[in-house]
Antibody
Framework: EVQLVESGGGLVQPGRSLRLSCAAS????????MHWVRQPPGKGLEWVSG????????GYAESAKGRFTISRDTAKNSLYLQMNSLRAEDTALYYC?????????????WGQGTLVTVSS | SYDLTQPLSMSVALGQTARIPCGAD??????VHWYQQKPGQAPVLVIY???NRPSGIPERFSGSNSGNTATLTISRAQAGDEADYFC??????????FGGGTKLTVL
């Protein structure tokens, strides 16, 4: 059974850093594209970052470029999102999502999300 | 950037057909995917690559894509279909875009 469990969210002050983790089971994260998608309270979905199956290519939303870094650990079967220089507008529920295949396409499974609140 | 336009809200009578549009310049040349999100839950993929249904998704859900509009069609709408629906495309080989989402109400 495919499972994705996000962790690492919390309350953080503007300008600080946070690292989100996504522990996967039921499949190998190295065999699929993986993504982070966020949803501000009461708003729509916003793609944040993605990485294809062999980590050969990564992509970032304009809002994340230069501040966020996506990575994965095959040994731990996990996906990560390092978030630096956090801003109030980064406040959102962050979802980890499994790609349907090796490259950027659709996502066929989502975790339940971890909440990030950026506030002083 | 590539912008996907969806109506903020739509309503459909119980048992009738809902057609949710997703508009963008020449969207017919891209693969469009649709997600359903119910309150307090994670999104669920309901249509991928324009018209394909993942296993477990009822046949009442279908999709089409041509020209400047992709459409998610929900036939014989049920109360359980009330949700937010988001369209999504790949803007490039390493970037995704979501539509703003449509809140569907079943009357």
């Amino acid at each position: 059974e495919v499972q994705l469990v996000e962790s690492g969210g919390g309350l953080v002050q503007p300008g600080r850093s946070l690292r989100l983790s996504c522990a996967a089971s039921g499949f190998n994260v190295d065999d699929y594209a993986m993504h982070w998608v966020r949803q501000p309270p009461g708003k729509g979905l916003e793609w944040v970052s993605g990485i294809n199956w062999n980590s050969g290519r990564m992509g970032y939303a304009e809002s994340a470029k230069g501040r966020f870094t996506i990575s994965r650990d095959t040994a731990k079967n996990s996906l990560y999102l390092q978030m630096n220089s956090l801003r109030a507008e980064d406040t959102a529920l962050y979802y980890c999502a499994k790609g349907s295949g090796r490259y950027f396409d659709s996502c066929d499974f989502w975790g339940q999300g971890t909440l990030v609140t950026v506030s002083s | 950037s590539y912008d996907l336009t969806q109506p903020l809200s739509m309503s459909v009578a119980l048992g009738q057909t809902a057609r949710i549009p997703c508009g963008a310049d020449n969207i017919g040349s891209k693969n469009v995917h649709w997600y359903q999100q119910k309150p307090g839950q994670a999104p669920v993929l309901v249509i991928y690559r324009d018209y394909n249904r993942p296993s477990g998704i009822p046949e009442r859900f279908s999709g089409s894509n041509s020209g400047n509009t992709a459409t998610l069609t929900i036939s014989r709408a049920q109360a359980g279909d009330e949700a937010d629906y988001f369209c999504q495309v790949c803007d490039s080989t390493t970037a995704w875009v979501f539509g703003g989402g449509t809140k569907l109400t079943v009357l």
